[in-house]
């Protein structure tokens, strides 16, 4: 199915969700008014039986002609007859409209969360990400389907009920019409705390997501130092919280509830005196048969009334996760590549001109002034302490940051100029931890490539030094690695990763520390296979041991931000610099 982020994005700006809700309902407007009509017709036994039950009293008391019996209750046998299909297919309609819309609207989020910053992913946690595009839109999907049921059904008692009265006992209409603004004034009172310990609420579920998914992730690291009482202990306070903001939630619903019913039943009882007093004393021509009417629709529309109120906190809790949901949808933190020139092929020559980059925020910039040229298929190391800005190197290479000032050219071409999209099909990533998906080596080796033959997956594995132990495994390429890559060592798992970057045979190579953490065997392999992956090739390499980087064709040393020195590992040696100095203290 066809998904329109770009739409939604357009759309959505900040306006009521209602209005949100509408727009993505316009595709289904005739589907919708078609069930709506259809649900009308399957639920009139429920206000209609109400004014033939009256006719038929009437018949009874008034000893009026025995066919007006029959002819009622054929008429109601009908109408109940005609629920089966009328439901059937009112189903069919709201179904698929409400599915469409959960769906274009997962398919949106999803879509421009591949498209905002790696700057907004490093500031919302990834467990929030999840929650809104999982509960949120559940929770949406879940309120347009009790809007409907729920909702439906009582404004169809609801009018209904309110047309019979008018054209049977017309003098009672006033005082039954009395219900909505009384309903109505609860709703507004209650409306506000609704809408904040919803609010409330939901931001402690987020916030909970993210701890399950931090604590998950560090479950190794906890069991292996005996730290369990402690996860368990910081968890515990999330989960305090969760249980406040939903107790709070409860007793604002519970409130809610009992008020509404209390004052819907009180009119209800009120107006059922006042019908048997006024029938009594033969006012107004009320008959038995208009009380038996009249009690039985205050039953009716308290229900509908009382029904309509009980979904403001689920149109509530609803209308609130589409705020969440347009919280991603109209990020402004995006990459504009829209209307910018396509790279169809490129050098590798790079050209970083006076660029500067500052995290927001942050109190000094992470590059400074930062002047350096790249020749097609050179190999450059940065190094530097911690902090020196290598990573913001990488990341302004790659295009997932934009200088703060300055430029960048690529083949003489100023990036902002270009769709980064189509450059990054000539780059690959080989980074520090390796990323797997819980899919066969076979799928993970040609992760986003169309009809690769087996034989292309072979060579790549053969390059990358991982042929020997894929065919040790019991299914070869279509062995499962688990999650995350879980049933590998991490030096299968990173030749995986070289596998993957050599099967898109790039034209730019970013290696982030790619050796490191490994034991002696696994890095000379990934070592000698990482050479025949760089030959040719512009390189970008971090490494934090620098005997991995000897043989660069350029070293970089930086420090705070600033290049403090340039040149191979022999020249940098002999300056007695900041490369010898980090040199010295490795090999002592």
């Known amino acids: 199915m066809a998904y329109c982020a770009e739409p939604i994005d357009h759309h959505y700006r900040g306006e009521h969700p209602l209005r949100t809700l509408a727009y993505l309902a316009r595709e289904d407007r005739g589907r919708l008014a078609l069930g709506t009509v259809l649900f009308a017709v399957k639920s009139s036994p429920t206000w209609l039986l109400p004014l033939i039950t009256a006719n038929v009293v009437d018949v009874v008391v008034g000893h009026q ?66 929650t809104k595009v999982i509960r949120d839109v559940e929770t949406i999907e879940q309120m347009m389907q009790q809007a409907s049921d729920g909702g439906l ?64 992730s560090l479950i190794p690291i906890t069991r292996g130092h005996g730290l369990e009482r402690s996860a368990i202990e910081r968890m515990d306070g999330t989960l305090r919280r969760v249980r406040s903001a939903g107790q709070s939630l409860d007793l604002t619903n519970g409130r809610f509830g009992s008020l509404s019913w209390i004052v819907l039943n009180t009119v209800g009882v009120g107006c059922l005196a006042g019908a048997a007093v006024i029938a009594y004393y033969g006012a107004f021509g009320l008959t038995a048969g208009d009380v038996v009417m ?43 590549n829209e209307g910018k020139a396509e790279v169809e092929q490129t050098r590798g020559a790079f050209d970083f001109r006076d660029v500067s980059f500052a995290y927001p925020d942050a109190e000094r910039p992470s590059v400074d002034h930062f002047d350096f040229s790249v020749r097609p298929g050179e190999t450059v190391a940065l190094v530097g302490a911690s902090g020196a800005g290598k990573s913001t190197v990488l990341n302004l290479v790659i295009g997932f940051l934009r200088p703060t000032s300055g430029r960048i050219e690529l083949d003489g071409v100023d990036m902002e100029r270009l769709d980064l999209r189509t450059f990054r ?135 705070g931000g ?11 040696l002999n300056s007695h610099g900041a490369y010898a100095s980090l040199h010295a203290v490795q090999a002592g």
């Open 294 to 336: 009249l009690s039985a629709f205050f039953s009716t529309l308290t229900g509908a009334t009382s029904g309509l109120l009980n979904l403001a906190p689920m149109i509530t809790k609803g209308l609130e996760s589409v705020r969440s949901v347009g919280e991603v949808l109209q990020a402004p933190d995006l990459e504009s």
């Open 425 to 559: 099909r000539f780059v690959s990533v080989v980074p520090q931890e390796t990323i797997l998906f819980e899919g066969t080596i076979r799928q993970n080796v040609s992760y986003g490539l169309d009809e690769v033959s087996d034989e292309a997956i072979v060579a790549a594995l053969r390059d990358a030094n991982a042929l020997e132990f894929v065919e040790q495994l019991p299914a070869g390429l279509d062995t499962v690695v688990g999650e995350r890559g879980a049933r590998l060592s991490g030096g299968q798992k990173q030749r995986l990763a070289i596998a993957r970057a050599v099967i898109r045979d790039p034209r730019v190579l970013i290696l982030d520390e790619a050796t490191s953490a490994l034991d002696t065997r696994s890095e000379a392999l990934i070592q000698e296979a990482l050479a025949r992956l760089m030959r040719g090739r512009t390189t970008f390499v971090v490494a934090h041991r620098l005997s991995t980087i000897r043989d660069a064709d350029r070293i970089v040393v930086m420090d």
């Open 562 to 572: 600033h290049v403090s020195q340039v040149g191979t590992h022999e020249t940098l």
């Open 65 to 130: 002609p025995i066919f007006r019996l029959w002819i009622n209750c054929g008429l109601m046998l009908a109408l109940l007859l005609l629920n089966y299909p009328g439901h059937v297919l009112y189903v069919r309609c709201y179904s698929y409209a409400i599915r469409r819309i959960s769906n274009t609207l997962r398919i949106s989020l999803c879509r421009r969360l591949q498209e905002l910053s790696i700057g907004y992913h490093t500031r919302v946690s990834s467990g929030v990400l999840q």
């Open 153 to 216: 059904g009582a404004l169809s008692a609801l009018i209904g009920g309110l047309v019979v009265i008018a054209y049977r006992t017309p003098s009672f209409l006033p005082v039954i019409v009395v219900l909505v603004p009384a309903a109505a004034f609860i709703a507004m009172k209650l409306r506000a705390p609704l809408k904040q310990r919803n609010e409330d609420f939901r931001e402690e579920v987020e916030q909970l997501s993210s701890r399950v998914l931090e604590m998950t």
